[in-house]
């Protein structure tokens, strides 16, 4: 039982490239989250999914899209990634409403 | 205003004495509170849940929580050490969850 995976674990890209972060859990849990974290600022929702084929916005979600492509696995593209985006990206997940969260070891990404 | 607010600190204190840190919250139809424990450089991890007002306490981790004040705590008695971390408030209402900026308590030897 890995509980929740993410990769790759650290990525640097250049202004402009595209790429897409993985997360999949395997503890048959209906929500999954992303967030970022950056220094000083906790951590900040960027889109989340209560069930497979939903997703909602988040608190910071401009510059990025997500696909919950079925139960397991919910992945976040940046599209054109900006030096702003250089963070700290943690994927979490939970059974249901008032369950508490699980969290992915994070992804490092530098955007220069 | 940020949806879940915290003092940022640090919060210094000195070992073997309690630790409190607090959080508030601007969305009255929250539902459940969460704290979670951070190390640097690693993922969050769960300290305790709370869902209904009053106190709830895990061993040395004792969660307040006030609806009427929007306002949830966390008391570390017999502070360690190892207690020294970032300490994350997160609020969830329905699926969203969001969290503070974090407390940082720095426990003194």
């Known amino acids: 039982n890995a509980g929740v995976t993410q990769t790759p674990k650290f990525q640097v890209l250049k202004t402009g490239q595209s790429m897409t972060l993985q997360c999949a859990q395997d503890?048959?849990?209906?929500?999954m989250y992303w967030y970022r974290q950056d220094p000083g600022m906790g951590l900040r929702l960027i889109y989340y999914?209560?069930?497979?084929?939903?997703?909602d916005k988040g608190e910071v979600p401009n510059g990025y899209n997500v696909s919950r492509l079925n139960k397991r696995e919910f992945s976040l593209r940046l599209e054109s990634a900006a030096p702003s985006q250089t963070s700290v990206y943690f994927c979490?997940?939970?059974?249901?409403?008032?369950?508490?969260?699980?969290f992915g070891p994070g992804t490092r990404l530098l955007v220069l | 205003q940020k949806e879940v607010e915290q003092n940022s600190g640090p919060l210094s204190v000195p070992e073997g004495a309690i630790a409190s840190l607090n959080c508030t919250y601007s969305?009255?139809?929250?539902?459940?509170f969460f704290w979670y424990r951070q190390y640097s450089g690693k993922s969050p991890e769960l300290i305790m849940f709370?869902?209904?007002?009053g106190d709830k306490e895990d061993g040395r981790f004792t969660a307040q929580l006030n609806k009427a004040s929007q306002y949830v705590s966390l008391l570390i008695r017999d502070s360690q050490p190892s207690d020294s971390a970032t300490y994350l408030c997160?609020?969830?209402?329905?699926?969203?969850?969001?969290f503070g900026k974090g407390t940082r308590l720095h426990i003194l030897p």
């Open positions: 979490a997940s939970r059974k249901g409403v008032e369950e508490t969260q699980y």
């Open positions: 503890m048959n849990h209906n929500s």
């Open positions: 999914s209560a069930s497979e084929g939903t997703t």
């Open positions: 969305d009255r139809g929250s539902q459940s």
């Open positions: 709370i869902y209904s007002n």
């Open positions: 997160a609020v969830n209402r329905d699926d969203k969850i969001i």
